[in-house]
């Protein structure tokens, strides 16, 4: 039984561990945020989450509610300099980062409360001031389940 918010922590964690190229991986307060940064290391990664929770229902004094999580990773990667297409960051982007990422969290889950990630959708945001931008985005979802006080 949770009733969330879905964990943020062992995500940045199994990143940490899992995937090699990202040099530094944190969370942020909101997307616009982490899309906003300019890390101090060449390859990092910003994750955060958005809820939507289901209709509720109640049984008995029980409130039980299901929630969908969108986990945005939010991908960045320093372009080298003389490449003003960007093609070097897009190569390790491509190569190493992306898949490293969708290795780590797809089919994975944090803690038994939640459904397993699944991926979504991967979309690049910007190429700008010699950084490549994009975004990963996995789903999940958990039920939210308890008795309110009175």
């Known amino acids: 039984m949770t009733v969330g918010p879905f964990p943020i922590s062992p995500v ?5 561990n899992h995937v090699q190229a990202l040099l530094l991986v944190g969370d942020a307060a909101d997307l616009d945020t982490a899309l906003d ?5 060449d390859c990092a990664a910003y994750v955060t989450a958005a809820e939507v929770g289901g209709r509720p229902k109640y049984t008995g004094d029980q409130h ?8 945005r990773v939010v991908l960045m990667v320093r372009n080298f300099s003389g490449q003003a297409s960007g093609s070097g ?6 190569e190493q980062v992306i898949p490293g990422v969708r290795m780590a969290l797809a089919g994975w889950t944090p803690v038994d409360a939640f459904d ?9 945001e910007k190429f700008r001031a010699g950084w490549l931008v994009s975004q ?3 789903v999940t979802n958990y039920r939210m389940q308890h008795t309110p006080p009175p």
Request: glycine share 2%.
């Open 136 to 138: 990963q985005i996995f």
């Open 64 to 71: 039980i509610q299901n929630v969908d999580v969108t986990l």
């Open 116 to 124: 397993a990630l699944s991926f979504q959708a991967g979309r690049d």
């Open 89 to 94: 960051a897009r190569r390790q982007m491509d």
């Open 12 to 16: 940045l964690e199994r990143l940490r």
């Open 37 to 41: 940064q300019q890390p101090a290391k």
